[in-house]
């Protein structure tokens, strides 16, 4: 403000390559400038981390076929509605009972062949009457847990949950057939999918595999199941909900992309405080929720164990709102918790193939087949979005977990950043961080320094030489073997 004028144009307005030429005072010539802006000065581009080789491995082992059997075995229960919980007649091996039972026995099988790792449980309640329950209807989630290997590290929880419910047009007709292959036993094949290969490795944090109920008739299941996670205090640092991840495979649909899937999350969290979400707007961190940094995680892996190298993409598309216009799902009841949670979901959706009575029109006929038929199920991309999920899970549950009290040191006006943070609570020898920053409309994490493991226990303090007005910054945790963590903004 107080600037001489004739000092303002040098500074402010002339671009670096035109400075010298134009700028004749002995003030221009005294000062020099950066060819770039700080936050690129001190810059390593984010780069992916190296696969674990275990875990590569362990996704291998996801094999289209096994997703094949449980859709199948899935539609084969010929409704999946919730009501059908209460219909007393239906044939055997019939209706939503039927199939709660046989996805336990899968789970229960999978721990037979580890040993007894999972343990299996059963999350039985009575819904109250509501607008799409006409009486009181019983509702199971089925879980499996896989408890942590290091006991300090198991406290730390992530989920994977599908929905095994299923509808027709009319969400209250128990009896109706009603498929659901893409919506969503696809969703349940990846939670199967998941339980199978990570059983097999030895995570030091704790993952729990799910299949819920009640998702088409309002979120009951999941509503239940996170409230229970809420009042048990589980330490669930992320849950990726799959729904509607079969790659439908509508003849003639040439729109349709089977190399990406959708993962959406929340910005401000709905389950925020006024004073939190008072503080989000301050500093602009609305795009740094947990569920955007479990998204941003999942891009992560993504680069890790789906290298484009390797000649086979397959990508999540980062969609940075809550879900899909008119539509919800199991991980909105996760978020009203206040834990991280996201969505997969397919690239394009079929309506004619989702929430709808099965029509089989007359040969020659130009009306479109209705209902949600296995037939339009791409096995070989649910695979893709289970090793997706598995790598996520994995690289989580096997990372330092989350920096904790990670603030902004903020003492006096100045162009710098000071960060400071402490070790996620059990870090083991050998953990250090990752100093993250992006430009603030940029939607992902850009560039990152390495911050050496600290030499004694207290607080992590680190000073950058980069404007805190101008980027975002962000911590994670890593270990020694490259397993990265949730990133915290200040
Ligand atoms: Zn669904």
């Not at 300090?152 to 989920?159: H, I, N, S, T």
């Not at 100093?435 to 226990?457: G, H, N």
């Amino acid at each position: 403000m107080n600037f001489p004028r004739w000092i303002l144009p040098c500074r402010f307005a002339l671009p670096v390559s035109v400075f010298a030429s134009l700028c004749l005072t002995s003030v221009c010539l005294a000062a020099s400038y950066p060819a770039q802006p700080d936050y690129l000065e001190h810059a390593t581009p984010v780069t992916p981390a190296p696969p674990d080789q275990a875990i590569a491995g362990a996704l291998q082992a996801i094999q289209p076929a096994n997703i094949e059997k449980t859709i199948q075995t899935l539609v084969g229960f010929g409704t999946r509605n919730t009501l059908s919980s209460m219909e007393t007649d239906l044939p055997p091996g019939q209706g939503i009972t039927a199939a709660a039972d046989w996805i336990a026995g899968q789970f229960e099988e999978i721990s037979r062949q580890c040993g007894g790792c999972l343990e299996v449980h059963r999350d039985t309640f009575t819904e109250v009457p509501s607008d799409r329950i006409p009486k009181p209807t019983t509702i199971t989630n089925i879980y499996a847990i896989l408890r942590g290997s290091d006991p300090v590290q198991a406290k730390r929880m992530y989920l994977v949950t599908g929905h095994y419910d299923s509808r027709a047009t009319n969400v209250q007709d128990p009896r109706i057939a009603a498929p659901g292959a893409n919506d969503d036993a696809s969703g349940v094949a990846v939670s199967l999918e998941c339980a199978r290969t990570l059983s097999k490795l030895n995570l030091p944090a704790t993952v729990v595999f799910v299949a819920v109920a009640g998702e088409e008739q309002g979120l009951n299941g999941s509503t239940h199941l996170a409230k229970l996670a809420h009042s048990e205090g589980w330490q669930l640092e992320g849950v990726l909900n799959n729904d509607i991840v079969g790659g439908n495979t509508t003849p003639g649909d040439t729109l349709q992309l089977k190399d990406r899937v959708r993962v959406f999350s929340e910005g401000v969290p709905v389950a925020a405080t006024p004073e939190q979400a008072r503080r989000i707007r301050a500093l602009g961190e609305e795009s740094d929720s947990p569920s955007r940094q479990l998204a941003r995680a999942v891009a992560d892996a993504d680069r890790t164990y789906f290298p484009a190298a390797a000649g086979a993409p397959f990508a999540p598309f980062l969609v940075f709102r809550p879900d899909r216009y008119l539509r919800g799902g199991d991980h909105t009841s996760f978020n009203r918790e206040g834990f991280a949670a996201v969505r997969f979901t397919e690239w394009r959706e079929d309506f004619n193939h989702q929430h709808q009575t099965v029509v089989i029109p007359p040969p020659g006929s130009s009306d479109p087949i209705l209902g949600d038929l296995i037939q339009f199920v791409d096995f070989s991309y649910v695979a893709n979005v289970a090793r997706l999920n598995a790598a996520t899970l994995a690289t989580l549950a096997s990372s330092p977990g989350l920096p904790v009290k990670v603030t902004m040191v903020t003492k006096k006006l100045d162009n710098g950043s000071t960060l400071q943070w402490e070790a996620p609570a059990g870090a083991a020898a050998g953990v250090h961080y990752e100093l993250l920053w992006r430009e603030t409309t940029a939607p992902d994490w850009q560039f990152m320094q390495s911050v050496p493991v600290p030499a004694a226990q207290g607080p992590i303090m680190v000073t950058v030489p980069i404007s805190k007005d101008n980027v975002v910054f962000g911590v994670r945790a890593v270990d020694s073997a490259g397993h990265r963590g949730l990133a915290v903004v200040p």
